[in-house]
């Protein structure tokens, strides 16, 4: 069984940074790709970027390429997204995913984290 637990979110403004972190533990091994989901309100959930934890390919939502990246380091078992130049469409429930990827961008989550909120203000 594998645990995910993210952090970092919170309120920021527009044009602010903000990191989220996600602390993986237990069997590790089998997620190979590790990545970020986002849900606003009324909305589906979507993509966000995601990061091969052996070779650190990674890939980006069209929406979020150039602003956010994915990075991860092994030894802590942890992934990170540093989101920079925030917009309030960028405010939503960010979720941390482990699992497959079999065609880019398509993250399967087979573990799941329990999400942090962040809020951008205009």
């Known amino acids: 069984q594998v645990q995910l637990v993210e952090s970092g979110g919170g309120l920021v403004q527009a044009g602010g940074s903000l990191r989220l972190s996600c602390a993986a533990s237990?069997?590790?091994?089998?997620?190979?790709?590790m990545g970020w989901f986002r849900q606003a309100p009324g909305k589906e959930r979507e993509f966000v970027a995601a990061?091969?934890?052996?070779?650190?390919?990674?890939y980006y939502a069209d929406s979020v390429k150039g602003r956010f990246t994915i990075s991860r380091d092994n030894a802590k078992n942890t992934v990170y997204l540093q989101m920079n130049s925030l917009t309030p469409e960028d405010t939503a429930v960010y979720y941390c995913?482990?699992?497959?990827?079999?065609?880019?961008?398509?993250?399967?989550?087979?573990?799941w984290g329990q999400g942090t909120q962040v809020t951008v203000s205009s």
């Open positions: 237990g069997r590790t091994f089998g997620s190979y790709f």
């Open positions: 995913a482990g699992g497959s990827m079999p065609r880019p961008k398509d993250l399967r989550g087979d573990y």
């Open positions: 990061i091969n934890r052996s070779y650190g390919n990674t």
